[in-house]
T-cell receptor, first 112, second 112 residues
Framework: AQKVTQAQTEISVVEKEDVTLDCVYE???????LFWYKQPPSGELVFLIR??????QNEISGRYSWNFQKSTSSFNFTITASQVVDSAVYFC?????????FGAGTRLFVKA | EAGVVQSPRYKIIEKKQPVAFWCNPI?????LYWYRQNLGQGPELLIR????????DSQLPKDRFSAERLKGVDSTLKIQPAELGDSAVYLC??????????FGNGTRLTVT
């Protein structure tokens, strides 16, 4: 069965600190995708990144980086030098067999 | 390109009343999803359409919820009669096969 676990319910950091959001997934599919979405206070879910199950290369995009490790079924997300505008709820998701399952989300507070 | 459009943005109704939500997906996206997001939780899939066919409605409470996607474009989700526990944000998303989901702003339903 598919499952996505985001153990951190809330994280609070001070601006310019680095922060890592954890994501652990379970799936029986051999081919699947992993995603991170951001949900700011306005409510709209915004796509951040997609990785497929055959590509374990880590990715960096500006202040964002992602670490995908199949051995531990994890897909963690790091924000470097956090900013107040990063405050949002972040969701990890897994798509297998066209079904997308979301984790419960991690609420990030970045204080000035 | 225009994003996923949902209406209304907010809806307040009394329990036992009917309610309907409308979604216009991104042009060309053959897959359409309805998700429900309860406060403090991740989105949960209610139904997925491939064109006009509902291919996954296993999580849709069929005694009171119904959905349709006429002509494989716009979709409506209906609840009749609404219950207090239906209060949530109802999200519509669309995608191409294997691509990230694009979400609308959602409809926040309050049942009193």
């Amino acid at each position: 069965a598919q499952k996505v676990t985001q153990a951190q319910t809330e994280i609070s950091v001070v601006e310019k600190e680095d922060v890592t959001l954890d994501c652990v997934y379970e799936t029986r599919d051999t081919t699947y995708y992993l995603f991170w979405y951001k949900q700011p206070p306005s409510g709209e879910l915004v796509f951040l990144i997609r990785r497929n199950s055959f590509d374990e290369q880590n990715e960096i995009s500006g202040r964002y980086s992602w670490n995908f490790q199949k051995s531990t079924s994890s897909f963690n997300f790091t924000i470097t030098a956090s900013q107040v505008v990063d405050s949002a709820v972040y969701f990890c998701a897994n798509t297998g067999g066209f079904k997308t399952i979301f984790g419960a989300g991690t609420r990030l507070f970045v204080k000035a | 390109e225009a994003g996923v459009v949902q209406s209304p943005r907010y809806k307040i109704i009394e329990k036992k009343q009917p309610v309907a939500f409308w979604c216009n997906p991104i042009s060309g996206h053959n897959t359409l999803y309805w998700y429900r997001q309860n406060l403090g939780q991740g989105p949960e899939l209610l139904i997925r359409y491939e064109n006009e066919e509902a291919v996954d409605d296993s999580q849709l409470p069929k005694d009171r919820f119904s959905a349709e996607r006429l002509k494989g474009v716009d979709s409506t989700l209906k609840i009749q009669p609404a219950e207090l526990g239906d209060s949530a944000v109802y999200l519509c998303a669309s995608s191409l096969v294997g691509s990230p989901l694009h979400f609308g702003n959602g409809t926040r339903l309050t049942v009193t």
